[in-house]
């Protein structure tokens, strides 16, 4: 690795402590959730969120957005929401001067560095699947037309809990772009207390810019350069490969419809790489490919009858992986 780059990946590890700080000072816990969405996004992937209203999840991402000087745009998914509401559209305009008609696109909210898509559940399949281009391809199609987004870009969308009234299951291509999937829970009481005091007395506190959008792309490409032993790629390999039917444990045969595509493999070790350097180190071990199994693997392991009825999750199968000899 270059001596320059080895400077980025320090200045990247001093970020993750200054974004840390500055964040402390509007947002009450959520360290590891926090911790997470950095790694998603220097590993250029998409955050799934599933938690109940509430939880500053809005908060976070609003504030990491202006910690790291990025355009911010926050979608509100109603079940009345169109893909063109989203995408942009065209428009008819008459040119003053010649009197000719002609479209123009008018770009819509999806065109911003960061994107919430808030309570993404809520809307209709066919309006979700309008971010699938834009998460995969970092650009938008409309009347014919190829519109690139500007870099960085970053969607986290947030879900509410499946089983409350009004919701859509995501399809299963559309949960597979996104790089975790995250559960937040409720903080604890001396966290909620110290909620109360921050956001009802006195003036919020103002946080500083750490990283230019520039810096921010060059971490992500220097994050796919950093070395990765076989020893971690096999583990991964093997990891995700046995959550798959048929592959001659009677366990996932008896409570697993579908396992973790190859997707899985290539974001369990990029986001080992990320997480590894996020933290100062070059070395990427073991140890980070499983304290990112759960939300890698979570939202790609499909669970069948039998493991409904018994209460079983795909939260209680990795960890039964995990605990086995893979």
């Given at each position: 690795m270059k001596k320059d780059e080895s400077k980025l990946i320090e200045k990247l590890a001093e970020a993750r402590r200054a974004i840390f700080n500055q964040l402390e000072k509007v947002i009450i816990g959520q360290k590891?959730?926090?911790?997470?969405?950095?790694?998603?996004?220097?590993?250029?992937?998409?955050?799934?969120?599933?938690?109940?209203?509430?939880?500053?999840?809005?908060?976070?991402?609003?504030?990491?957005?202006?910690?790291?000087?990025?355009?911010?745009?926050?979608?509100?998914?109603?079940?009345?929401?169109?893909?063109s509401d989203i995408t942009g559209t065209d428009v008819v305009e008459e040119d003053p001067q010649t009197g000719k008609?002609?479209?123009?696109?008018?770009?819509?909210?999806?065109?911003?560095?960061?994107?919430?898509a808030d309570e993404i559940n809520r809307t209709p399949p066919k309006t979700q699947a309008a971010l699938l281009q834009a998460m995969q391809e970092y650009a938008v199609t409309a009347g014919g037309n190829t519109f690139?987004?500007?870099?960085?870009?970053?969607?986290?969308?947030?879900?509410?809990?499946?089983e409350q009234e009004g919701t859509y299951p995501l399809p299963e291509a559309q949960l597979d772009r996104f790089f975790f999937s995250i559960f937040i829970d409720y903080p604890t009481a001396q966290e909620e207390k110290e909620i109360v005091k921050l956001t009802t007395f006195g003036k919020e506190a103002e946080v500083s810019k750490v990283l230019t959008s520039k810096e921010i792309i060059k971490l992500q490409e220097i994050v796919r350069d950093v070395p990765v032993s076989d020893e971690v790629i096999d583990f991964a390999?093997?990891?995700?490969?046995?959550?798959?039917?048929g592959k001659g444990s009677s366990y996932i045969d008896n409570y697993v419809s579908w396992g973790?595509?190859?997707?899985?493999?290539?974001?369990?070790?990029?986001?080992?790489?990320?997480?590894?350097?996020?933290?100062?180190t070059f070395n990427v071990s073991v140890n980070d490919v499983k304290a990112l199994s759960g939300p890698v693997l979570r939202h790609r392991i499909i669970p069948n009858f039998n493991a409904?009825?018994?209460?079983?999750?795909?939260?209680?199968?990795?960890?039964?992986?995990?605990?086995?000899?893979i």
């Open positions: 590891d959730i926090i911790d997470l969405i950095l790694t998603s996004m220097f590993s250029r992937g998409h955050c799934l969120l599933i938690g109940v209203p509430g939880l500053a999840k809005t908060k976070i991402v609003k504030t990491i957005a202006d910690i790291l000087n990025l355009d911010f745009n926050r979608i509100q998914f109603t079940p009345d929401l169109m893909p008609r002609g479209f123009r696109f008018i770009k819509g909210p999806l065109f911003a560095n960061i994107i919430l690139e987004l500007d870099l960085p870009f970053f969607v986290l969308a947030t879900q509410n809990p499946i390999v093997r990891l995700v490969t046995s959550t798959r039917p973790a595509g190859p997707r899985a493999s290539q974001y369990l070790v990029l986001g080992s790489k990320a997480r590894a350097i996020l933290r100062g409904e009825a018994e209460g079983i999750n795909s939260e209680n199968i990795i960890t039964h992986l995990l605990d086995s000899a």
